[in-house]
T-cell receptor, first 113, second 114 residues
Framework: GDSVTQMEGPVTLSEEAFLTINCTYT??????LFWYVQYPGEGLQLLLK?????DKGSNKGFEATYRKETTSFHLEKGSVQVSDSAVYFC????????????FGQGTTLQVKP | DAGVIQSPRHEVTEMGQEVTLRCKPI?????LFWYRQTMMRGLELLIY????????DSGMPEDRFSAKMPNASFSTLKIQPSEPRDSAVYFC????????????FGPGTRLTVT
């Protein structure tokens, strides 16, 4: 079945460091890919998306490129801030008539001043 | 615009009691999802509805859990009887027509069963 695998956390970085959170997926067909973010005490919110191969999603300085050849969708940011501390979830949507998102297990990011 | 509204925000109950969690989705959204989040199991999809009809309830843990959506603006998740292992944060999310991947989450209900 479809699945999403993320790098294990927590990831601890100093402010202004470069961030990469790895995400790989297994799916039939051509899924759409997403990153959601969960700030402390809140629900998840959509951060960025990519709907086809080679698409780059971007938002708030975060980027991720849909790589079909490596089945990956790694999240990157050039300079993290303390306010980026959160849990990041990679997810896929198979499309069609299913409403389900398949989420990864989440990666906790802690940014220290 | 109001987001997804959940109530109560916190619930503490004793084992064996009935618990009802409530959700009001964003107006105009036609998908509604119930999730459970714990440290041990992460984020789990329990059930989701499309146009008030349950589509997939394969994530509902057992018969003690039930969910209803009597109309487009209200849904409930009921646990009867509750058990300590049900302690978790329960999220409701909704999404707009043709963008079911764009889920808007509520703030969650933190349930503690003692």
């Amino acid at each position: 079945g479809d699945s999403v695998t993320q790098m294990e956390g927590p990831v601890t970085l100093s402010e202004e460091a470069f961030l990469t959170i790895n995400c790989t997926y297994t799916a039939t067909g051509y899924p759409s890919l997403f990153w959601y973010v969960q700030y402390p005490g809140e629900g998840l919110q959509l951060l960025l998306k990519a709907t086809k191969a080679d698409d780059k999603g971007s938002n708030k300085g975060f980027e991720a490129t849909y790589r079909k050849e490596t089945t990956s969708f790694h999240l990157e940011k050039g300079s993290v801030q303390v306010s980026d501390s959160a849990v990041y979830f990679c997810a896929l949507h198979r499309g069609g008539n299913t409403g389900k998102l398949i989420f990864g297990q989440g990666t906790t990011l802690q940014v220290k001043p | 615009d109001a987001g997804v509204i959940q109530s109560p925000r916190h619930e503490v109950t004793e084992m064996g009691q009935e618990v009802t969690l409530r959700c009001k989705p964003i107006s105009g959204h036609d998908y509604l999802f119930w999730y459970r989040q714990t440290m041990m199991r992460g984020l789990e999809l329990l059930i989701y509805f499309n146009n008030n009809v349950p589509i997939d309830d394969s994530g509902m843990p057992e018969d003690r859990f039930s969910a209803k959506m009597p109309n487009a603006s209200f849904s409930t998740l009921k646990i009867q009887p509750s058990e300590p292992r049900d302690s978790a944060v329960y999220f409701c999310a909704s999404s707009p027509p043709d963008r079911e991947y764009e889920q808007y989450f509520g703030p969650g209900t933190r349930l503690t069963v003692t």
